[in-house]
């Protein structure tokens, strides 16, 4: 790695260089980075952080480089920590069976299903296929996802040090690490904390790109952006924020031409799913259009549940923004992090208007930004003190520990994330209440018809049990929940059943009767079972309920 360019103004948007390969090239009058190893600046001079050091030199390059792996290293072992810890819930929510049981098929039936509905998942399916392969668990299902959060927590770590300084990394990387929306998706199995990953390495890679401009260093920047994308549409937003960050940044021409060149591949190669996914987005119609309480909720995802953190957070970020470090090379951290955490929000937000899709998981990308402007903030503020050279590292200790002091803070936050009911439902509850109480020869009917994931989630609670509407299984099908039967035979397998046969319903507290009333094929099995049988007793259990029917 070689020298960042020379030091401009403050702010978001410095005067532009000259060409990008003849300001790396050109020795810095003030490089307080050798190497983009962040963290010391040259004997004798005033840098942002106070009065002059004496003029006793910089610390040695090998301890500088150290300085700086450690600041990377550490919120990926904290992150690795938190995502271990509690990881087996003892049960799936419906998304992670999803997975579960797609992952689980073979290729030919993946990509079968993926012709009919969740083709937007596709490579994810594909990815935890490999997995499943290895071991087939719940923890299996979300091991990836911890592995790639605590690689997420390293690159934001990087890109504070290669930004700011070492401190500023470890700060930004340990608040991402110990923010409790971030480990709800770190100990899930689905595809958003790896979109998480690729995003943040793009962020890294567009850092080094603009840098030091290369055909190569621009093609990974796009190939990774590409495949974020494939594993997530709308990581694509990722584009429009990195493209404010080059207009802040005032960057030369040859570089949003390399830019514009890596973004349009990306885009080009995300075309044909986003065009395909157009036919399937029935599966999404659900989301409501959202208002200031969506806003709201995903503002405290990103800056902290709690009002105390949440409000120290911001002010902050404010901090960084209004009272900026001096810009040190190509891209200031201000212009990075802001439109991270802020475009793919609003661009989301407003388009939601018109096609409800705002979700905060959508987003989790997105808020590496946040912590990148606090920690940024907060060496502004302690740059303020006096501080001699030796006490720069108990500046740093001082800030882990009021990390560390927010972190106990969130913990009764951080608990709930690893309980069984955080969550929408418990599907292992409801499978163990059908494999308590019923028994081999009963029947089993799941209302509405996508219940039948408990199953599939869990089958061995199910042995022996007959499915009274299934006619065709979701493999054979392509579907997720299989293919029923219509009203006429649902009717002729219950009269065919023995009078002393029981009816197991398994239903979707949350859908509600109201909804399963609007749907005509839901309604007609219900209408069908209660001419013969009539419901004896219920289970009742977080997102589900167990029902008995016996005849009439």
């Known amino acids: 790695m070689g020298r960042t360019g020379p030091t401009v103004s403050a702010g978001l948007g410095g005067p532009a260089r000259r060409a990008d390969r003849e300001a790396v090239r050109r020795p810095a009058a003030k490089d307080p980075e050798p190497d983009g190893l962040p963290g010391s600046e040259p004997a004798g001079s005033r840098g942002p952080d106070g009065p002059p050091d004496p003029p006793t030199g910089p610390p040695p390059r090998g301890v500088r480089r150290r300085t700086a792996v450690a600041a990377v290293l550490a919120p990926a072992v904290v992150m690795l920590a938190l995502g271990l810890w509690g990881l087996d819930r003892g049960t799936m929510w419906r998304d992670e069976s999803a997975t579960y049981q797609v992952a689980r098929r073979s290729l030919p039936e993946i990509w079968h299903l993926l012709g009919t509905i969740d083709a937007v998942h596709g490579l994810y399916y594909l990815l935890m296929h490999a997995v499943l392969a290895v071991r087939d668990d719940e923890l299996a299902l979300r091991v990836p996802s911890v592995l790639a959060t605590a690689a997420t927590a390293a690159l934001v770590g990087a890109i ?62 796009g190939a990774v952006v590409g495949i974020t994308a494939l594993l997530h549409e709308f990581a694509v937003l990722l584009l429009a924020a990195h493209g404010l960050t080059l207009l802040l940044s005032r960057a030369a021409w040859r570089t949003w031409r390399g830019w514009g060149c890596a973004a349009s591949a990306a885009v080009l190669a995300l075309l044909p799913l986003a065009l395909f996914s157009q036919g399937q987005s029935g599966q999404v119609s659900w989301i409501r259009t959202p208002g200031p309480e969506e806003a709201e909720a995903l503002l405290r995802a990103f800056a902290g549940p709690g009002d105390t953190v949440l409000t120290g957070t911001l002010l902050l970020a404010a901090v ?118 019923a028994r081999p020869g009963d029947a089993v009917l799941f209302l509405p018809l996508h219940e039948r ?82 419901e004896e007793s219920s289970v009742f259990v977080r997102g589900g309920a167990v029902s008995l029917y016996v005849r009439r």
Do not use: M
């Not at 609670?461 to 293919?483: I, M, N, V």
């Open 160 to 221: 504070g040090c290669r930004l700011a300084r070492p401190r500023v990394g470890l700060w930004a990387g340990l608040l991402y690490a110990t923010t409790p929306f971030v480990s709800h998706y770190a100990q899930e199995g689905r595809s958003y904390a790896l979109v998480a990953t690729g995003a943040a390495l793009a962020t890294w890679l567009l850092i080094r790109a603009v840098e030091h401009p290369s055909y190569g260093r621009w093609a990974g920047y």
């Open 320 to 437: 960084a923004l209004l009272a900026p470090r001096p810009r040190t090379g190509a891209l200031h951290l201000g212009a990075v992090a802001l439109p991270l955490a802020l475009v793919p929000p609003v661009l989301l937000y407003a388009a939601a208007q018109w096609q409800p899709l705002f979700l905060d998981r959508y987003l989790l990308f997105g808020l590496a930004g946040v912590p990148l402007l606090a920690a940024a903030g907060a060496d502004r503020l302690l740059g303020l003190l006096p501080l001699p050279p030796r006490g720069r590292r108990a500046v740093a200790a001082a800030g882990v520990a009021v990390i560390a002091a927010a972190f106990a803070g969130q913990l009764p936050e951080q608990e709930r994330e690893r309980l069984p009911n955080s969550r929408g439902d418990e599907l292992a509850r409801t499978a163990t209440v059908v494999g308590r109480l």
């Open 453 to 534: 994931r408990v199953a599939l989630a869990y089958p061995r609670d199910f042995t022996g049990l007959r499915d009274l509407t299934l006619k065709r299984s979701p493999a054979a099908s392509g579907t997720l929940f299989g293919e029923e039967v219509p009203a006429a035979e649902l009717r002729a397998r219950l009269a065919r059943l023995p009078t002393s046969s029981r009816v197991w319903v398994v239903s979707d507290t949350n859908a509600g009767d109201r909804w399963i009333r609007s749907q005509r094929a839901e309604h007609a099995k219900t209408t069908v079972l209660g001419e013969r049988y009539r």
